[in-house]
């Protein structure tokens, strides 16, 4: 699996519907495999920050390539990657409670 499969998978709890699409449950809708892209792509990345804020996480940056939930913090080129190396490092740590994955 790679870091983007996994922060969808685990955080925002979408499934594979086929090889290249989602289905995101609680909008109903598809999303293409190719089209979601948080690392390249702020839009994306306000995704996770936003299902982690609703999962109870607190988000905080400095500047443009710091990001914090809670007490996990990472870095990155840009505050998209910043983002979702620190949602990978919540998704693949399992620090999520099981509850909600």
């Known amino acids: ?6 922060v969808a998978r685990r955080i925002l709890g979408w499934k594979l519907n086929r090889w290249d699409r989602w289905f995101d449950f609680e909008k ?10 948080p690392e390249q792509n702020l839009d994306h990345a306000m995704i996770i920050v936003e299902k982690l804020q609703a999962l109870g996480f607190t988000y905080t940056t400095n500047g443009v390539s710091e ?11 840009t505050l998209a990657a910043a983002i979702m190396n620190a949602a990978y490092t919540i998704a693949d740590n399992s620090s999520i409670d099981e509850a909600w994955l």
């Open 28 to 37: 109903g809708k598809f999303i293409q495999v190719s089209e979601f892209q």
């Open 67 to 77: 990001v914090c939930f809670d007490h996990i913090c990472e870095n990155g080129d």
């Open 1 to 6: 699996m790679t870091r983007t499969e996994i």
